[in-house]
């Protein structure tokens, strides 16, 4: 007969001493779940804190700066647009430009300046919208010029109601430029040789293997001519000066924005605050207005995390010089 008994958790029979585990093993087994089971709850935790910690940094870096479109009033609110770096494209400026020009709640837009112009096309388009928003919309836009304003953004400048610059921005260099590099010699000496077919003396004119010849380069230059007359006339009709007048001075030089103010190519120096604090009073805005910005790019989570890599890659503005093409530029 065999006779069990319990001892310390464990079922004792009398059959050869045998020790069969009973509540002792059933504790420590519930007691490595629960065990588990709080460090999956602690992980999760952490991991879901970080989730969110993440995204929010993503959030305030995303709809940072754009807290002021928000704020205010209707009625007491001018729209900042940014013209910066080289033209290349009208676009985003034209856009904002536009958006700005519909919104019956922006009392005046302030284009803030700092380039040295660029593309002649891309230029004359944000020029024309401008003249499109005095005309139709009969909303004032003035241009503020903080360290450049010069050539295709002094063009652009050159359409708006008034022109603000400080005393030591750079200002003018009225003219047209072309350029590209000539490699001809270079594929002379490793023995390579450019094969062009076309259909016309023209066609390939600035091709960078060889030389312009005598009738390109007349060509060329009358191409130029045309833009640098239509550049004089625009400067002209926007500043309310003779033709002539601006022709004198359209050598390309800069000039600051003390010396523009003398040659009437501005019409006050003042910093980008001072052509705030004017536009909003002549445009019946008391108190501080509300600066009105377009919302900024979204950055990717990857951007936050790597920071700027644009400088390591090739953009249009670096490439510029590979392509022939007319410009607006001050170099």
Aim: some cysteine; overall charge neutral; aromatic content about 10%.
């Amino acid at each position: 007969m065999t006779i069990p008994f319990r001892w310390l958790g464990f079922t004792v029979s009398g059959r050869a001493n045998a020790f069969v585990p009973a509540r002792c093993y059933t504790f420590s087994m519930s007691e490595g779940r629960s065990r588990t089971l709080l460090w999956v709850l602690i992980g999760g935790g952490a991991f879901f804190l970080f989730v969110l910690a993440v995204f929010t940094l993503v959030y305030l870096a995303v709809h940072a700066g754009t807290g002021e479109a928000t704020l205010g009033g209707f009625g007491d609110r001018i729209g900042v647009v940014d013209l910066d770096g080289v033209i290349l494209s009208p676009q985003p400026v034209v856009d904002e430009l536009k958006k700005f020009g519909d919104d019956s709640s922006i009392k005046a837009i302030i284009l803030h300046v700092n380039s040295p112009g660029g593309g002649v096309a891309a230029s004359e388009e944000i020029y024309r919208e401008v003249k499109r928003i005095r005309a139709e919309k009969k909303k004032k836009v003035v241009s503020s010029i903080e360290t450049v304003g010069a050539s295709g953004a002094f063009y652009v400048s050159s359409a708006c109601d008034k022109i603000y610059a400080d005393k030591g921005s750079i200002v003018g260099s009225i003219g047209v430029i072309a350029e590209w590099m000539n490699y001809g010699d270079l594929l002379k000496w490793a023995k390579l040789k450019n094969v062009v077919i076309k259909t016309g003396e023209f066609k390939d004119t600035g091709n960078p293997a060889r030389d312009l010849t005598p009738a390109e380069q007349a060509y060329m230059q009358s191409l130029i001519d045309n833009m640098f007359g239509q550049f004089i006339q625009a400067v002209a009709d926007g500043r309310g000066m003779k033709f002539d007048d601006v022709k004198s001075i359209a050598n390309g030089k800069v000039w600051t924005g003390e010396q523009a103010k003398d040659m009437k190519l501005i019409d006050n120096v003042g910093d980008f605050q001072a052509a705030v604090d004017e536009t909003a009073k002549s445009v019946g805005i008391s108190g501080e207005p509300t600066l009105v910005h377009p919302e900024k790019d979204r950055k990717t989570l990857l951007d936050l995390l790597l920071g700027d890599v644009s400088q390591y890659i090739p953009t249009r503005e670096k490439m510029m010089e590979q392509n022939v093409g007319f410009y607006y530029l001050w170099k």
